[in-house]
Structures are given as structure tokens and as C-alpha cells.
């Protein structure tokens, strides 16, 4: 009994294990990076004109609509902040005018489930250089460096 117990508590561990180093660095469907936001995963991609596009995804990453979610994108070059203002689409939120210049910067991904629900903050580097190793963005990069 007690054996099967420890084993129980060591496959537990060993699962915990795993899951922890697949999360580290999830790949993003679109090819942004995947920001660990509940209910719903959220990912932050830049498209080729420079605008933030947030797409939201169930467990299964399907794309789905964001209902009451909120979003706020704070973008810090050095010449200042700027919050971008966004606008709904049928799966999450564009930016509508492009970052900033002057990347690499850190920008800020703020989700709320609703409008009066906790602020889940994800802080990016926003470096658009490709990764020589992944071929995605330096800041989608999935690689361990
Ligand atoms: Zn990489």
C-alpha cells in the first residue's frame, strides 16, 4: 500500500516535471508567442505591418472569440509609453496603429477575464529579428538559448 502510494506521489512528480518544461517555451499557433493567460491562452503576434494581433485559444488551441475579455498593450521604447489602442475581432484584438519604432523594448500584455476581474500581466522583449535556429520572431523564439 505504501509503496503504491510513493510510486503514485513519484508519477505525480515526474508528470508536474514535464509539464513544467513544455510550458516554459509554447509555441504560438500564428507564430507569436503563447502568453499562459486563463481562462483562456492568449498570443501575442506581430503581423507584418507592426500591429499587435491577440488571438485567444481554448485548452485545445482553437481559435475562439474573446466574450468579455479585456486587453491592454503597453508598448516602452525608450522615446516613452505608449498604450496601443485596440479593437475586437471574432477571435481577440488588433492594434489599430503599429508599434513604435526603436526595438528592441519591453512591451506589456495586460488580460482580464472581464472588465472587473484580477489583471494578468505578461512582460515581452519585443525583438523582431529572426532566430536563426527556430526561424521565428527573437520574440515567438521557442529555442532553450
Ligand atoms: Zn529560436
Redesign the pocket.
Known sequence: MKTIRQLTLLFIAAVSALTLTAAEKPAGPKGGRLLESAPLKAEFFVTKDRKVEITFYDAALKPVAPDAQVVAVTAEPAAGRTALELEKTATGFVSKTALPAGEPYRVVVQVRATADARAQNFRLDLNLAL?G??Q?AEYA???DH
Open positions: 532566430c535556429e527556430c521565428r523564439c521557442t529555442c
